[in-house]
Every structure is written in C-alpha cells, then in structure tokens.
C-alpha cells in the first residue's frame, strides 16, 4: 500500500509530461511551422498603392458638325461661360485663344426660357465650320437660383473639352438645349480661336 501511495503521484506526474509532449508537440516541430506562417504572411502582405492622378471633370469631344441640325427656331433663357481654359473669364473680354491640346476647361451655367435646368445641352463651336459636344448641367448654382429660382439650383456646368478635331480659326461659342419650346439657343457672347 505505501508503495502504491507514492507510485500514484510519480505516476500522474509522468502521464502529464508524456500528454503535453504528444498535444503540443516538440519545440523541433514548432519552428517550421512558424517559418510557415511567417512566409505566408509575406506572400500575402499588401503591396503599396500607386497614386494615379485622375481628372475629377469630364471630358466631351467636339465633333463635326451639320450647321442645318444645329440652327436654333429662336433665342431664349440665360447662360454664361464663366471659365475657359481654366482661367476665369473677363466679362469685358470677348476672345479666347486656345490650343488643340491638351482638352480645355469650361465652366458656367443655362437657364431655360422657363427658368428651368435644362439637364442636358450641346456646346457649340460656330464659325465657318459648326462643332458641337453634348453635355450636361449638374453642378450647384446657388447664385443663379437665387436669380431664376429653385428650378436653377443645379445649372452649372463644368467639364473638359477636347479640341483636338476643330479646325483652326474662330468661332462663337454657343450653348443649346431642345425641350417643348423647340430648340433654343443662348448666346454668352464669347469667341475661341483655335490654334494649332
């Protein structure tokens, strides 16, 4: 019985250290697949980001155009070119030079006859030959809509124009919208002249 008594604890004592041995493996065992796992979270690491630079405007080209499909049943509502070329334009001056490249920033606003946004509009280039480019109002004017009322919140408009088909020469540039009262023009009294 003594010799059972003290064989019992040395016993537990052995079957401890025999059990952890066998569950958590040796230190051998442990090493390897750590290296595993160090390799595998370096295999998926995130790469860095490359910063691209990418223009917040949108761009419309100016196509060739038939002056016949362009020419307005009457004048009408309210507009401004506001910017050309990125650069704010001078209300006393009336001719702006531009290059065929890079695309040209425009900026303003179109009104309706009715005081309405007209949502979309062509952007014309009139001169001996007609170029236009759909586009489209979206752009919080508070300052007209203060003129016109709440249905010119959002008409302005700014967006790059892509030259690069436009003949050289000059041309008026003119803003036109088609809604129930036909298709209508605004005249912001503003020239281009396209160079090479």
Request: with cysteine.
């Amino acid at each position: 019985m003594k010799i059972a008594r003290y064989h019992i604890p040395l016993l537990v004592s052995a079957a401890s250290i025999i059990l952890s041995a066998c569950s958590g493996g040796s230190s051998s065992d442990q090493q390897p697949a750590g290296a595993a796992r160090a390799q595998a979270a370096t295999a998926v690491a995130p790469q860095p980001s490359v910063a691209v630079s990418v223009s917040p405007f949108k761009t419309v080209a100016l196509a060739p155009t038939p002056t016949s499909a362009v020419t307005p049943s009457k004048s009408a509502g309210a507009c401004s070119i506001d910017g050309i070329g990125g650069a704010a334009v001078d209300s006393s001056q009336g001719s702006y030079q531009l290059k065929k490249a890079p695309p040209a920033l425009f900026s303003g606003w179109i009104v309706t006859g009715e005081k309405q946004d007209p949502k979309h509009f062509l952007l014309l280039f009139k001169g001996n030959d007609t170029f236009s480019a759909a586009s489209s109002t979206g752009q919080a004017r508070p300052d007209i809509a203060k003129i016109y009322g709440v249905g010119a919140e959002q008409t302005g408009f700014q967006f790059l124009v892509d030259i690069s088909s436009v003949n050289a020469g000059t041309y008026d540039v003119l803003l036109q919208e088609s809604g129930a009262n036909g298709t209508v023009v605004c005249d912001p009294h503003k020239q281009v002249i396209v160079t090479d």
